[in-house]
């Protein structure tokens, strides 16, 4: 199992610019998550969905789209990037019983 | 608000010193409670948790946590620290009986253990 996997690893984006941050995990789980990792303020939850075409909204979901088509995928949409976005992102998966396993994120800055 | 709080925010301690990091919570009713740790360069990785049973929890590594109910508190705590323990620590609180998906994080506390 590759566990959860996130691409890219790193990206530069103007502002104003689109992308989508990719997310896959190949561990059947229902569960999966967003999360942005700032200096000083931990993770924060961005939005999460309990199973296939089913999302909701977490912490900090201004600016941030995303969609849950099937069971592997869970890709983060960002429309129209800002500086403020600029932040280390986190996907994680988990199955019922709470065990969440994180991706090893992607490292976006927006200039 | 609902939060989970880390008052530690940066610890430094010498190796075999013992590790108490605080993580309280301000939600009511049911809740399961993690510590993770993120190694320097490293994504997140699971403890310990908390579901259900007896409150004082042991994870991977010598790491301990205590569930106190009544202080909305889960310290994580280890007897004697390693060089290797030199990392972030993070708090976490999924609020509600079942898996709601929607897991919440404290702001983190850096731990550095020195030779």
């Known amino acids: 199992n590759a566990g959860v996997t996130q691409t890219p690893k790193f990206q530069v984006l103007k502002t104003g610019q689109s992308m989508t941050l990719q997310c896959a995990q190949d561990m059947n789980h229902e569960y999966m998550s967003w999360y942005r990792q700032d200096p000083g303020m931990g993770l924060r939850l961005i939005h999460y969905?309990?199973?296939?075409?089913?999302?909701d909204q977490g912490e900090v979901p201004n600016g941030y789209n995303v969609s849950r088509s099937t069971t592997e995928d869970f890709p983060l949409r960002l429309l129209s990037a800002a500086p403020s976005q600029t932040s280390v992102y986190f996907c994680?998966?988990?199955?019922?019983?709470?065990?969440?396993?994180f991706g090893s994120g992607t490292r976006l800055t927006v200039v | 608000a609902q939060s989970v709080s880390q008052h530690n925010h940066h610890v430094i301690l010498s190796e075999a010193a013992s590790l108490e990091l605080g993580c309280n919570y301000s939600y009511g009713g049911t809740v399961n409670l993690f510590w993770y740790v993120q190694y320097p360069g490293q994504h997140l990785q699971l403890l310990l948790k908390?579901?259900?049973?007896?409150?004082l929890v042991k994870g991977i590594k010598g790491f301990e946590a205590e569930f106190i109910k009544s202080k909305f508190s889960f310290n994580l705590r280890k007897p004697s620290v390693q060089w290797s323990d030199t990392a972030e620590y993070f708090c976490a609180v999924n609020v509600g009986s079942g898996n709601t998906g929607k897991l919440i994080f404290g702001q983190g506390t850096t731990l550095q253990v020195k030779p």
């Open positions: 994680a998966s988990s199955p019922s019983n709470y065990g969440y396993t």
């Open positions: 908390y579901f259900s049973g007896d409150p």
């Open positions: 969905s309990v199973g296939a075409g089913i999302t």
